[in-house]
């Protein structure tokens, strides 16, 4: 099985700031990378497929990037609503597309 | 609009039983795949199971394996999960999230997850 960690497992960020999180794969799993983000009591929403590519209404200052093993999302201009939990998912290998432990982002 | 509404989720003693239902409106729920994916309280994302849009492959977590069966029905634009012999580290809200893949030839080039219900809370306690 395909096992993904990420880091760091939490940041703390003030408005404006530069933000960015990584996640690797315990085998390649090309782009085959998925970037979610869920805030409290609320289902998660994907932001970001196939490791970069931008799902739609999703804002411009989230991207992806990477291939293989290591991957990242960055947030270009950490905006008050992008405070929540943020979860890498490889979706390479069944059965299972295995999601990582989570980077929780909160105000500094 | 696109939208997925679980049902279902309840207090039950282990090993006990629990049947979740999954309602899709807004798309041709026929032709996607569909999850569930579960989240322990405080805990993150594990998936559960998986069926693909004709349910002729089917796939399970180890965790749960043997005691949880995925179904749907496409006339009834619906998704099912059969939970048995239920255990406490089965306690979560269950969500269920619509498949979404991208194929060139026979070759998925990108998959995930791009539409999730609300959940619904499944604890297991006696």
Redesign the interface.
């Known amino acids: 099985d395909i096992q993904m960690t990420q880091s760091p497992s939490s940041l703390s960020a003030s408005v404006g700031d530069r933000v960015t999180i990584t996640c690797r794969a315990s085998q390649s799993i090309s782009s085959?990378l998925?970037w979610?983000q869920?805030k409290p009591g609320?289902?998660?929403?994907?932001l970001i497929?196939?490791a970069s590519?931008l799902?739609s209404g999703v804002p411009s200052r989230f991207s992806g990037s990477g291939s293989g093993t290591d991957f990242t999302l960055t947030i270009s201009s950490l905006q008050p609503e992008d405070f929540a939990t943020y979860?890498c998912?490889q979706?390479y290998s069944?059965?299972?597309?295995?999601?990582?432990?989570?980077t929780k982002v909160d105000i500094k | 609009e696109v939208q997925l509404v679980e049902s279902g989720g309840g207090l039950v003693q282990p090993g006990g039983s629990l049947r979740l239902s999954c309602a899709a409106s807004g798309f041709t729920f026929s032709s996607y795949s569909m999850n569930w994916v579960r989240q322990a309280p405080g805990k993150g994302l594990e998936w559960v199971s998986y069926i693909s849009s004709s349910s002729s492959t089917i796939y399970y977590a180890d965790s749960v394996k043997g005691r949880f069966t995925i179904s749907r029905d496409n006339a009834k634009n619906s998704l099912y999960l059969q939970m048995n012999s239920l255990r406490a580290e089965d306690t979560a809200v269950y969500y269920c999230a619509r498949d979404r893949q991208s194929r060139i030839t026979m070759i998925v080039v990108e998959d995930a997850f791009d539409i999730w219900g609300q959940g619904t809370m499944v604890t297991v306690s006696s």
């Open positions: 085959y998925n979610y869920q609320k289902a998660p929403k994907l497929y196939a590519s799902q979860y998912q979706s069944t059965p299972g597309f295995t999601f990582g432990p989570g």
